[in-house]
C-alpha cells in the first residue's frame, strides 16, 4: 500500500518527540487510526473511555513533562466531548494538540450526519485552529501548530475530513494559480529566553529594596526556580505563598514558606497580604483578589512572562516581563540584604497554624474527617509521589494536608477548576512517569463522572492509586450554599450509596471500602502495595466544612442565616464544628 497523508501526520507526530495519543475512534478517523497502526511502533495509542477523558489525560501530560500532549476525536459528538479537557489546558496554559475528524469534503456543508463545524467550535480555546483541505499542506501545518502550542502556551487543533486523511501523501490535486509551493518545513521549537530589562530591573530592586515588609506570591510559573526563590526570599527576609497550582513550586517545610492563599490558604498567608508593604509576585495570574493587597496598600512587582497579563488582577508598579528563573538571576544581585525581623515574624504564624492543622488530623473522630485521610495518605507516600486532585472540598484537603517534600508535584484543574479531571491526569501521569507513584485524592461526584477510566488504567496495567474521599455529595456547593445564607438543596446523593470500591474490583483492580478511622492506615498501606490498579472508597464525614482561615463576620452571619431558614443537617454540622474547635484546642 502506498503512503497516507494520514501517516505523514503520524510520523510528523513522532518527529516532535510525541509518543502518546490518547483518543477514541470513530468513523471520522479511520484514516488517521490507520496511520497510528502502520506507526504504532513509534506513537502508542491509549484508548480511553470518554474523550473529555483524553483532553484531560493530554493536558496532564503536558503538566508532568512540559512536554505537547495529543488528544484524537472523531467528528461531530466526539470533538465537541474533548472541549472541557482543552479549555483546562487554554486555562492553565500548557500545550495540547487536538486532532479530530470531518466528513468528507465533497459533503462539506449539505448537513451531513454528525456534521458540526468543528473549526469554528474550537475557535475559543484555540491558538491555532485549521481545517486540512489538501494533502499537501502536511507536515507543514503540524509544525505551525505544535510550534504555536508551545509558543502561546495553550491548545491547537487541526481538524482533517476523512477522505484527505487516506488520500495519497503529498498528492496536490490542484492546479496552481499563485507563485506558491507547499513550505518545507521542520520540527522544531526554540523557546526563548526572556529575560527583562536592565532599566525595569533595576526600578524593581529599587521597590524591593526601599520595602520594610516584602512578601512573595509564587505561582506554577515559578516551577524549576526553587533554589533562586528561596535565594530571593533570604536576602529580602520575605515570606514566600504559594497559590495551590504553584504547590509544588517549593517544599512546604522550607523555612520561607507561609502556604496557600484564598480560600483554601492559611492565615499566616492571608495575614501576610495585610500586613506586606511590597509584593513580588512570580508567575501566577492568581485571580481572588480579594486576598492581595488593598490598592495602594502595598507597590507591586510582578513576573510574568505573557505582558498582557501584568497588572490584570493587581495595579502593577514595576512589570518584568520575562521567564522567572532568568529574571530572578538578573535581580538577585541588585538587592540588598534585610534584617530576617519580618520573616522570623511569620515563622512563627506559620508554627502556630501547622499544629491547629495537625490538630484536624486525628484518628479518634468517627465518622472520618477529610483532613485525618489527606494526611494518612501524605505520611504513607513516597518522597517523589504525584498526586493528582480534583476539584471541590477535597483541593481543600489537599492543600492544607499534602505536604510537598522530596520530588513531590501536585496537579489539579487550577483555573478552569473542572470536576473529574483527578483520575484521567493520574493515567497520564503514570504514564508519562512509569518509575513514580501517582496517586489520586479524588471526591465521590468527580470520581463519578468519568469512573470508567478505573478500566482503562486496568487495562494498560498501571499501578495507580486513586483514593475516594466520600461524603456522597457535592461538598463544595453545600457550603456555598449556607455560606451564601441558605439552606442546603440538591447536593446530597442519598440512598443508595455506590460502592465505588465494587466497581473498582469489577474492572478488574484493587478495590476496597472504609468507614472506621482505625482501618484507613492498613487500607492506604494494602492498595500502595499492590502490584496494579488500587482504589480505596473512604466514607468520611459529609458533615466536616472546609472553612477558610479566618471566617469574617458577615459569613458567620450567613452562615446563621441559612440553620435559621431550615438548613436539613444543622445538628450534625453543628457537632463538626464544636468538634474542630475542640480538637483545636486540645492541640
Known sequence: MGEITAEVLVSRLAEWGVDTVFGIPGDGINGIMEGLRRNRD?????????????????????????????????????????????YDAKLDHVPVLAITGLQESSVLGTAYQQEVNLDRFFADVSEYNQIIMNPAQLPALVDVAIRTAYARRGVAHLTIPNDIQVAPAGKDPYQTVAPVVAPSTAPIYLAPAVRPRDADLRTAADVLNGAEKVAILAGIGARGAGALLERVADTLGAPIVKSLSGKMVLPDDSPYVTGGLGLLGTKPSED?????????????NFPYTKFLPKPGAAKVVQVEIDPGRAGTRIATDVPLVGDVAATL?????????????????????????????????????????????????????????????????????????????GRREFYLSGTLATMAPGLPYAIAAQLAHPGRQVLSLIGDGGFAMLMAEFSTAVRYRLPVKIVVNNNNSLGQILWEQMVLGFPEHGVRFGEPVPDYAAVARACGGFGVHVDKPGDVPGALRDALAYDGPALVDVAVDPNEPPLPASVTYEQAKKFA???????????????????????QLKG
Not at 272 to 284: P, R, V
Not at 334 to 360: A, F, G, I, T
Not at 365 to 372: E, S
Open 42 to 86: 513509534k506513537i502508542r495509542f491509549v484508548l480511553v473511555h470518554h474523550e473529555e477523558a483524553a483532553a484531560f489525560m493530554a493536558t496532564a501530560y503536558a503538566k508532568t513533562t512540559g512536554r505537547i500532549g495529543v488528544c484524537l476525536a472523531t467528528s461531530g459528538p466526539g470533538g465537541i466531548h474533548l472541549a472541557n479537557g482543552l
Open 272 to 284: 501576610l497580604m495585610e500586613d506586606c508593604d511590597a509584593l513580588l509576585m512570580l508567575g501566577t
Open 329 to 405: 538571576e538578573a535581580l538577585l544581585p541588585l538587592l540588598e540584604r534585610k534584617e530576617p525581623k519580618h520573616l522570623r515574624r511569620y515563622q512563627e504564624k506559620v508554627r502556630d497554624w501547622n499544629e491547629r492543622m495537625r490538630s484536624l488530623e486525628s484518628a479518634d473522630r468517627d465518622p472520618i474527617a477529610p483532613q485525618y485521610l489527606a494526611a494518612q495518605l501524605d505520611t504513607l507516600a513516597t518522597d517523589d509521589a504525584i498526586l493528582t486532585c480534583d476539584s471541590g472540598t477535597i483541593a481543600t484537603w489537599a492543600a492544607r494536608h499534602w505536604r510537598i517534600r
Open 561 to 583: 442565616a441559612s440553620f435559621l431558614k431550615g438548613q436539613p443537617h444543622q445538628a450534625a454540622i453543628a457537632t463538626t464544628l464544636f468538634r474542630d474547635k475542640i480538637q
